[in-house]
């Protein structure tokens, strides 16, 4: 009884680590060198007209540092407009930004108000019939671009094949010494290898909407954005229609990452919750995909659904057979402490685990409510008054 226990969690901790890890490195050896197959004329870049849209729902401590940051693009000025799509903010949002256009007369700023909050998507779908340009760029308040981001990115959509692209995420921690800094960072080292990766192959099920460059008419086609899950999923309805979303390392993002435990753990478990309903969604249709779309995406469902449950299940067993007390379980334990006590490895587990307990939490808050309005993370904005660090 007691070796086929062990047997089960020796079968289950291997399907759980080795699956990911083979993965990873079937990529980075695959792809980590292939330039990517998309044509772009990197002489003379695409600058067409486009509006980046700013979804605010109480958002006066970032608002002007974010309208800046989009007015520091290296973009031609009288080619860019700008939405600001408010949802009934209660604090000083729509004025601040009204105050910013005022000092901004070389650029059009166009702001709308909601007069109840019914969620960034539903948000974003209102202003999709008043935007004239065929390109939009949708941003998150709580997020930077570097200098070249914006041109970078839409310079990808000047290939007929790409719907949407979007960037790799680089998270900003106000507090230097914030516990949240390592996991976040650890976390998206390697997620943001992947997310390319999938992107050279075909396309990522994964795309940030803190940048989020799509087409207008393929984005109305597919009926606007997605109500639960307005990045990935939005993105990946455009995929099921022929085109590509891409995520560029060379389009690169910062967004502001919560610095204690339990704003973190709140944020991730929000986000964990929107990509379980894209993989589920996902699943249903997967019918719709190019085959190594669909191979990625049975892939990622995976990771996400099911293996978090995966490495639970071996926990269990494990502190079952422990009872037992055998050579194997001692050793396991050995080799699990020692991967800990290892700098390195011990900041990869930690994050690896961490991930897998939101994912855990989130698939059964997902049973009961599966939010369009979530809660935003306050520390997020009021840490940033105190930083004193700038992009
Ligand atoms: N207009 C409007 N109405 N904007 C809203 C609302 C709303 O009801 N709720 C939030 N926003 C705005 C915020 O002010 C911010 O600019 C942006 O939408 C993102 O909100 P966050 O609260 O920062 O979201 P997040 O970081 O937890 O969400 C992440 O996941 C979302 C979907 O899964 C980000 O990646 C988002 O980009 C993504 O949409
Ligand atoms: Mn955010």
Known sequence: MTSLIECAWLILGLIHFGAPLTYYYYLSR?????????????NKLHLPEITVVVPTYNEE?????????????????DKLKIIVIDSA???????????WAERHKDIKLKIVEEPVRRGKPRALNKILP???????????????????????????????????????????????????????????TFYNKIRVYESKIHSTPIIAGELFAVKKDILTNVGGFDLINDDSYT???????????????????????????????KWKITRA????????????????????VRKIITIEAFFHLLNPWILLSATVLFMISM??????????ILVLTSLLLHPKTGSLLKTWITEQLLLISAAIKNLR??????????EVRTTVLTSQRSV
């Not at 980590?32 to 197959?37: L, T, Y």
């Not at 002007?64 to 000025?77: G, M």
């Open 369 to 378: 409510t599966k939010s369009e309005v979530w809660e935003k993370i306050e």
């Open 30 to 42: 695959k792809l980590s060198e292939k330039p990517w197959d998309i044509e772009i004329n990197k």
């Open 130 to 188: 008043i935007i004239d340009t065929d390109i939009l760029v949708v941003t998150d308040a709580d997020s930077l671009w570097f200098k070249d981001s914006l041109k970078k990115a839409v310079n990808f959509l000047a290939n007929p094949d790409i719907g949407v692209v979007s960037g790799i995420k680089t998270p900003m921690t106000p507090r230097g010494d914030s516990p949240t800094k390592e996991i976040e960072e650890t976390y998206r």
């Open 323 to 332: 009872i037992g007390l055998s050579l194997i379980s001692l050793l396991t």
């Open 235 to 265: 993105a990946m309805k455009i995929v099921s229609k022929g085109y590509r979303a891409i995520v560029s390392d060379d389009v690169k993002i910062i967004e502001l990452a919560p610095v204690t435990m339990k704003s973190y753990r």
């Open 61 to 77: 401590t970032l608002i002007e540092k974010r309208l800046d940051n989009i007015y520091e693009q290296d973009y031609p000025k």
């Open 89 to 99: 903010s209660n604090d000083q949002t729509v004025e601040l930004a009204r105050r």
């Open 273 to 292: 919750q929107h990509l379980i309903h894209n993989f589920v969604s996902l699943i249903k249709c997967i019918r719709r995909y190019p085959s190594q």
